[in-house]
C-alpha cells in the first residue's frame, strides 16, 4: 500500500508528491523542520514540538504556513490515512517557491508544507540493548544550531564519520574542548555521585525535547541533574553516557572515542531513565 503525504494542501501518494525545483527549501537548506514520535496514535509531547517549531520560524524570519491549531490537524490526517498509531512524522516547511534570490522572496511568498509519517516500532526496552559507540568530531556547524534548520551538511557528514568509524553517534566539541551535542541528539554523562550533566540551553546546541521531558522525570526521580557544559575528557572518565533523541529516546553509550565508558555496559542511570520515559510515552499517549 502505497504511503501518503501532505504537501500543499494535498494529501497525495507519497510517490506521487512532487516539490517544485524552485523552493528555496531545495535550492537554499531555506526551511525548518521537526520529527515528533506518535506512539497510540498520538503525539508525543506534540505542544512542545510545535513551541519549537515557532521559536525556529521566528529565528529565521519565516512565516508559519497555516496558523499553530491547523498542524495537528494535518499531520493526524496522515497518520489516519497511513493508519498509524506508532512511529514518527516529520514536517518541513520551507520558504516557498520563487526564482532563486538570496534575498528573501516577495511577502505574498507562500511557505511549503510537507508532512510525512513512517510507521516504526519505537524502543520498548534497553533489556537487549548493548549501548552504542561514540566518536568526537569538531564542531563545525552553523552558530545557530538551536534553530532546527533542514540545512544539516556538517551533521551529515559527522554523522556518516561516525558510521564510517564503526559508531553510532558524532558528538561535536567546540573551541574550548567541551562537547556541544550529537549529530542527532543531545549528549548526556553521569559523573561521580550519580550526578547527572547536560550542555544548558543556549544557541550552540537544539533545545532537544526528550532532553527536557527526561530532565523533568529525572528530578521527579530525585535525581541530580547538572546543566552545564563537560569537556571531552570528563566524558572519557565518566561513569556512564548516553544519548536522547525523539527517535533513539535514551541510548546509552558504552565508548568514546575507543575508549571504554564505565564497564562497557549500559549504565543503571541510562537504564532507569530510559524506563522513566517509556513510562512516561505510555502514559502521556493512553486513553481516548
Ligand atoms: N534530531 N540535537 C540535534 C542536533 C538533533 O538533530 C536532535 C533531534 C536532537 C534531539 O532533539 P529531540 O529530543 O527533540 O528529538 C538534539 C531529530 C530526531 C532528527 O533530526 O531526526
Not at 8 to 34: H, K, L, P, T, W
Not at 88 to 96: E, P
Not at 171 to 189: H, L, R, Y
Not at 248 to 265: E, H, L, N, Y
Request: glycine content about 8%.
Amino acid at each position: 500500500m502505497s504511503r501518503i503525504a501532505y504537501t500543499n494542501g494535498q494529501y497525495v501518494r507519497q510517490a506521487d508528491a512532487m516539490v517544485n525545483i524552485e523552493d528555496r527549501g531545495y535550492q537554499f537548506a531555506d526551511g525548518v523542520y521537526e520529527v515528533i514520535a506518535v506512539a497510540n496514535g498520538r503525539l508525543v509531547d506534540g505542544e512542545q514540538h510545535f513551541d519549537r517549531l515557532e521559536r525556529s520560524l521566528e529565528g529565521l524570519r519565516m512565516d508559519p504556513p497555516c496558523g499553530r491549531h491547523i498542524l495537528p490537524l494535518i499531520i493526524m490526517q496522515v497518520l489516519r490515512r497511513n493508519h498509524i498509531v506508532q512511529g514518527f512524522i516529520y514536517l518541513q516547511i520551507t520558504r516557498g517557491v520563487a526564482p532563486r534570490n538570496f534575498a528573501f522572496p516577495p511577502p505574498d511568498t507562500a511557505s511549503s508544507l510537507v508532512v510525512i509519517a513512517g510507521r516504526k516500532n519505537l524502543p520498548a526496552s534497553l533489556d537487549m540493548a548493548q549501548g552504542v559507540k561514540i566518536v568526537t568530531v569538531p564542531e563545525t556547524r552553523w552558530s545557530r544550531p538551536d534553530i532546527k534548520t533542514v540545512s544539516l551538511l556538517a551533521s551529515v557528514l559527522a554523522k556518516q564519520e561516525a558510521i564510517d568509524r564503526g559508531a553510532y553517534e558524532a558528538w561535536f566539541v567546540d573551541k574550548a574542548g567541551t562537547i556541544t551535542e550529537g549529530a542527532s541528539s543531545n549528549a548526556w554523562i553521569v559523573v561521580d555521585g550519580k550526578e547527572i550533566v547536560t550542555r544548558p540551553l543556549g544557541q550552540d546546541i537544539l533545545a532537544g525535547i526528550t532532553r527536557q521531558t527526561l530532565i523533568s522525570l529525572a528530578r521527579e526521580s530525585n535525581l541530580k541533574v547538572t546543566e552545564r557544559p563537560f569537556s571531552i575528557n570528563e566524558a572519557l572518565a565518566a561513569k556512564e553516557a548516553f544519548v536522547t533523541s525523539t527517535t533513539a529516546f535514551v541510548m546509552p553509550v558504552v565508548a568514546i572515542d575507543d575508549t571504554q565508558i564505565g564497564d562497557g555496559k549500559p549504565g543503571d542511570v541510562a537504564i532507569q531513565l530510559f524506563d522513566a520515559y517509556r513510562r512516561y510515552i505510555d502514559q502521556a499517549t493512553d486513553g481516548l
